[in-house]
């Protein structure tokens, strides 16, 4: 079997440990570090997405998956760097003010993780002010908003009018999820995107910022 | 002042067999409130309700408040037209209400002075429990017995005892932190240290503190506990497909050995509605159990609509908001709802058929879910059984995992369960995974600590 298949179906089958080892046998063989990120590894993650959407994995699986991912990215890392290479995006993602649940929320950033976005994860029960200092410092293209409770997710809309207060609406896009979300109330509050899934999620953080580039 | 308690080791069931767990019946039945008495032969409403979605703030508290004086007065009315002869108002603090004490408490105020109204005008006997959220979790990682938010809880345990609150209860979240990412990951051995290590200490600690309020304000009954945020979760995440169902199963009985730490700490029910592992609690304790099932498909859907009653004392809906339908608010819309259930309950017992309408409620649920086959009166007595066998919460977490398994194989080796392809290896992975567990946690706990071991505050659990 080709070693790339080999690194596809390690990243698919969540071995951690042989997803690096074959990276590193690939690098040593001379393979292009930005080609094999952009041709093995995300092709392995978008397939580990499909199979979840097909109820053939659940989210254990999808997140070995995720883990061997990140095992792989570390030899390339530096390399990446010094090529100029930049992440598929900046994601900051936060649980908004009143509310403590973040599952939903680290799956979305295990799921963007896995598709080669760079992730500033702000925790729980997150001030407007708090997004609003880490897009300032981070300067993402996306900020991910999450909420579980029916009267937290009014908190949402709160923190996309003190974004747009501070003057910074234009150079974020926002998404939002969460169990009592639905798409018009996304759309509603000034969201740019909803997505009900961590899969969906992806897609849509990919399309974004394909807009905005 | 608090009395000598000596906290209480269960060795032993409280029933003898499958046959004594039957709904409106408890071994150890509970007086509380407006002359209610919870296990004693009928099975009672407890209605639970939220705000619609709106903003808590200083400006909209009157509007807050208005709400909850609207639900008060409306369930009642309801209940007393529906001639009920028993309910439960639970009020479920939002965090907000909790990390203001003195909001929940004007809320507990305004709700007990409609029981008290209904109590004196149709001779209703009724009671309130009240659930202040637990925001020890704030901060990361979360500080279990001390700072700001630990505070902030026990004054609201105490302000809501002083306000009129006739049961005290929480969903607790010890071991929460670990177990969240356990789950995710499927990661057994880090699920049972969090479910028979970090969070039955956690229990032990926080229950014989409420019940200390408790005895410092008579009539305040300490109730009971929820897995909520450990079983609850596995349930729903399992219902999204993202988690096995068997997963979701086994997590449950395991969570059984987290919940009775309350009960041996003095708590002495009725145990919250979303404690799906209550009918374990009413085996082993004798405690009168509230339940939820599809009368609360308003808040969640679950796989265990009608199994959920097969035991239950109190009957719950769960939560719903308090929002308009055709025919009234959804909150004493449920009222109804939740009455009607009783009633036929009450009627199954007080025609002598109470055990049949069990057996219906059981068997049509029991084999579609591996879900619903561990809550079944035999698979309830199976789990105790096992727990009370064992004396160490960690201990007790594992035996009650390896007999819930049990409860799954023999189910569909026998051909009850179906269970997919999927399903079925990962109750294979779980059953070798429980195997493989270390006798003793400290070992556990030593193997854990590079990847959980930042998690959680070692003090919070008595650990350091």
Redesign the interface.
């Known amino acids: 079997m080709a070693l790339s298949q080999r690194l596809f179906d390690a990243i698919v089958d969540g071995n951690a440990q042989l997803a690096k080892s074959l990276v590193e046998e690939e690098l040593r063989a001379g393979a292009d570090p930005m080609a094999l990120v952009a041709e093995t590894m995300i092709p392995a993650m978008d397939q580990v997405g499909k199979l979840f959407q097909e109820?053939?994995f659940?989210?254990?699986e999808l997140?070995?998956s995720g883990r061997a991912m990140k095992a792989a990215m570390e030899p390339l890392r530096p390399l990446l760097a010094a090529a100029g290479a930049k992440p598929a995006g900046v994601v900051i993602a936060g649980t908004v003010k009143?509310?403590?649940h973040?599952?939903g929320k680290?799956?979305v950033i295990s799921m963007l993780e896995g598709a080669g976005f760079k992730i500033i994860d702000l925790?729980?029960?997150v001030s407007p002010q708090k997004f609003i200092d880490a897009i300032r410092e981070h300067q993402p293209q996306i900020i991910c908003l999450s909420a579980l409770?029916?009267?937290?997710?009014?908190?949402m809309k709160?923190t996309i009018d003190a974004v747009k207060e501070a003057g910074l609406r234009h150079s974020v896009k926002i998404l939002v999820g969460g169990a009592?979300l639905s798409e018009r109330y996304a759309m509603e509050i000034g969201a740019d995107g909803y997505s009900e899934t961590a899969t969906e999620a992806v897609e849509l953080a990919r399309r974004l910022v394909r807009l905005e580039k | 002042m608090t009395t000598e308690f000596a906290p209480l080791l269960y060795s032993q069931l409280a029933v003898a067999s499958a046959d004594e767990l039957i709904f409106g019946v408890a071994r150890r039945p509970v007086r509380c409130g407006f002359g209610l008495e919870i296990g004693a032969g009928k099975v009672y409403p407890e209605v639970n309700f939220t705000l619609p979605t709106m903003i808590i703030s200083d400006e909209t508290w009157p509007e807050v408040c208005a709400h909850y004086d609207e639900i008060g007065r409306q369930v009642l009315a309801r209940a007393a037209h529906l001639k009920a002869p028993g309910l439960v108002l639970e009020f479920e603090l939002l965090p907000a209400m909790t990390e203001r004490p003195e909001w929940g408490a004007e809320i507990t105020r305004i709700l007990k002075s409609h029981l008290a109204n209904a109590n004196q005008k149709w001779g209703l006997p009724c009671a309130l429990r009240v659930t202040p959220t637990d925001i020890r979790e704030k901060v990361k990682p979360p500080l279990m017995r001390r700072g700001e938010a630990c505070e902030e809880l026990f004054r609201s345990f105490e302000l809501n005892a002083g306000a009129g609150a006739d049961i005290l209860s929480i969903e607790s979240v010890g071991g929460k932190e670990v177990h969240d990412r356990a789950l995710v990951q499927a990661d057994i051995p880090a699920i049972a240290f969090a479910l028979g290590v970090l969070a039955p200490r956690d229990m032990t600690w926080l229950w014989e503190q409420i019940r200390n309020i408790c005895e410092r304000h008579p009539g305040v009954v300490s109730g009971g506990d929820s897995a909520c945020g450990f079983a609850n979760t596995a349930m729903q995440l399992a219902g999204q497909k993202m988690l096995p169902e068997v997963l979701a199963a086994v997590v449950r009985a395991m969570s059984a050995a987290r919940a009775i730490a309350a009960f041996e700490q003095g708590a002495v029910g009725p145990s919250k509605d979303c404690a799906y592992e209550g009918p374990i609690m009413k085996a082993i304790a004798g405690v009168p159990i509230a339940m939820e099932g599809k009368s609360a498909a308003c808040a969640h859907f679950s796989p265990v609509g009608n199994i959920a009653s097969a035991m239950c004392d109190l009957w719950s809906n769960e939560s719903v908001q308090n929002v308009r339908l055709l025919s009234g608010n959804a909150p004493e819309a449920f009222t109804e709802l939740l009455e009607y259930d009783c009633r036929l309950m009450n009627a199954a017992t007080a025609s002598g058929q109470a055990k049949a309408l069990r057996d219906l409620l059981t068997v049509s649920d029991e084999w579609l879910s591996p879900q619903a086959a561990v809550l079944s009166p035999a698979a309830t007595i199976e789990i105790a059984s096992a727990i009370v066998a064992k004396t160490d919460p960690y201990d007790r977490a594992v035996a009650a995992g390896v007999a819930a398994v049990d409860i799954l194989d023999r189910g569909r080796h026998e051909g009850h369960l179906s269970l997919g392809r999927k399903e079925a290896q990962w109750l294979e992975r779980i059953k070798k995974e429980l195997e493989a567990l270390p006798s003793d946690w400290r070992e556990l706990e030593a193997r854990l600590e590079p990847e959980y071991g930042q998690l959680y505050d070692k003090a919070s659990y008595g650990l350091e």
Not at chain 1, 149 to 155: E, F, S
């Open positions: 109820e053939e659940f989210v254990p997140l070995l009143g509310d403590l973040d599952i680290n799956l925790g729980t029960d409770l029916t009267v937290t997710m009014t908190a709160t009592p």
